[in-house]
């Protein structure tokens, strides 16, 4: 029994290093996005903004693709694009 309950901590342990690699890993994208969209005259990112919102539109309109995953993925996009992180 205590073996099955190291080898279950050790698992948690593993998982929550790798969010923790997924969560380092956006935070930085998200600052890199952030850099490059303020170094973006206007027009472009309207331009940018109009094609992302083109791709969610395709995106939802799959069939595979989870219309919550679509709604989330696109609050995310909308919470970078609108209220970049400074």
């Known amino acids: 029994m205590k073996n099955l309950i190291a080898e279950l901590l050790l698992k948690l342990a593993a998982k929550e290093e790798e969010a923790?690699?997924?969560?380092a890993q956006v935070e930085a994208l998200e600052i890199v996005?952030?850099?490059m969209l303020r170094k973006m005259?206007?027009?472009?990112?309207?331009?940018?903004?109009?094609?992302?919102?083109v791709a969610m539109r395709k995106a939802a309109e799959d069939a595979a693709t989870d219309p919550?995953?679509?709604s989330l993925l696109q609050g995310y996009i909308r919470r970078l694009l609108t209220y970049p992180r400074y």
């Open 20 to 23: 923790k690699e997924l969560t």
């Open 41 to 53: 005259e206007e027009a472009q990112r309207l331009e940018l903004n109009a094609g992302i919102e």
């Open 68 to 70: 919550q995953d679509t």
């Open 33 to 35: 996005v952030t850099a």
